[in-house]
């Protein structure tokens, strides 16, 4: 266990004093919690292989489930990955810094365990200023992935890094909520037609406009390119059942349901009108903007009622909603179809 230090930290003009702490607990091997515009991250020093072991520990992370590694800048970049392609290139030039991971052939100057064992590298470019602040203070790319218990809801704010690494990070810099909400768009550029593994903000659409045909995954062995959408996700410890597309009705026939059965949290747009002292509800906006925002911390809040069951009312899954309902399936046990 290490002391967690929390410092407050302004997320349009990070104090470079404050920069300048957490930098320094990255160059010596240290463990930084920083928000970035997706979810908050649990940063390390990406070319030493000690420090990111540390994450894996921090995060009871499967050592075969690859990290992402953050850069401030194109030479940064450079040091990461090696053979980019021009297509690779046309993305970075259009959507970093931004909500886009792209897979790359790894530099040798990065650890090995960041990628697991792979030859390819994830990496990105934050739109954040505290992200991109805190990487060039250090001076190394900082390996990331989000700061949650690996298996948890990711963190959008830092009270959730403290609820599920309090005593296994070093510090936590706290620059309010993060602003999108759920994690980058990951695509893998060493296959042709390159592969979204993981949907994100950057929409398939966005990306094939400006690169050509793309493909999603959907095999088995897609599956094992990105380890990390094997495992299970983004759960609360109540049982979650997700009604991808459901009338006000279904919403409230199931919830009705369940509460004979044992106390019920439901979230959705779609106001239930159930009153029962064992039901809590919270209502969001039916943008995807809004469920993005709001899904992680929802289902953490949700889980403080102590529900049996926690319902979630799905949204389109086209456009940024595609990845809202990515994330509320693998969050699932049960998905009910209308
Ligand atoms: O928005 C985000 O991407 C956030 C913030 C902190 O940047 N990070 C994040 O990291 O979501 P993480 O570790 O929770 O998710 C990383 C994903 C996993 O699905 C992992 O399997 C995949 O990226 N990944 C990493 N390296 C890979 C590689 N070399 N090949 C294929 N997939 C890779
Ligand atoms: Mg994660």
């Known amino acids: 266990m290490t002391q967690t230090e929390i410092l407050l930290i302004d997320h349009a003009t990070p104090q470079p004093e404050l920069i300048a702490r957490a930098a320094s607990i990255i160059k010596r091997g240290g463990l930084v919690a920083f928000p970035t515009e ?14 990111v072991r540390r994450i894996f520990d921090a995060k009871g ?41 792209l897979v790359l052939r790894r530099a040798p100057a990065i650890a090995p365990s960041v990628s697991a064992g792979l030859d390819t590298v994830a990496v990105r470019m934050p739109d954040a200023p505290i992200a991109l602040a805190l990487i060039r203070a250090a001076g190394i790319p900082i390996a990331a992935p989000s700061a949650n218990t690996s298996g948890r809801p990711s963190p959008t704010s ?7 690494l309090a005593g296994q990070v070093d510090m936590i810099l706290d620059g309010g909520p993060a602003a999108i909400g759920i994690e980058s768009t990951v695509i893998d550029m060493t296959v042709d037609p390159p592969v ?3 949907p994100g ?6 990306i094939s406009d400006l690169i050509g045909p793309v493909r999603t995954t959907a095999s ?3 599956l094992g390119r990105s380890p990390g959408t094997r495992y299970k996700h983004y759960s609360p410890r109540a049982r979650v059942v997700l009604i991808q597309r459901g009338s006000a009705e279904l919403i409230r026939q199931t919830c009705l349901d369940l509460l004979t059965k044992g106390a019920v949290a439901y979230l959705g747009h779609t106001p239930s009108g159930i009153s029962h002292p064992q039901f809590a509800e919270m209502i969001i906006g039916p943008a995807s903007r809004d469920y993005a925002a709001a899904i992680y911390a929802s289902l953490r809040l949700l889980d403080e009622t102590n529900p049996d069951v926690i319902v979630v009312q799905g949204i389109e899954p086209s456009g940024e909603g595609e990845a809202v309902m990515d994330r509320l399936k693998r969050a699932a046990s049960e998905v009910i179809l209308e």
Request: glycine share 6%; charged share 25%; no cysteine.
């Open 38 to 51: 997706t979810v908050y991250g649990l940063g390390a020093d990406a070319t030493s292989d000690d420090a």
């Open 196 to 198: 979204i593994l993981r």
């Open 61 to 101: 992370r499967p050592a075969d489930n690859p990290l992402i590694i953050h850069v401030a800048d194109r030479q940064m970049l450079n040091r990461v990955a090696v053979d980019i392609a021009d297509t690779a290139i046309k993305l970075i030039d259009q959507f970093w810094p931004g909500p886009l991971t």
């Open 220 to 222: 088995s062995a897609d």
């Open 201 to 206: 903000w950057v929409t398939r659409d966005a």
């Open 158 to 164: 830092a009270g959730h890094v403290l609820e599920d």
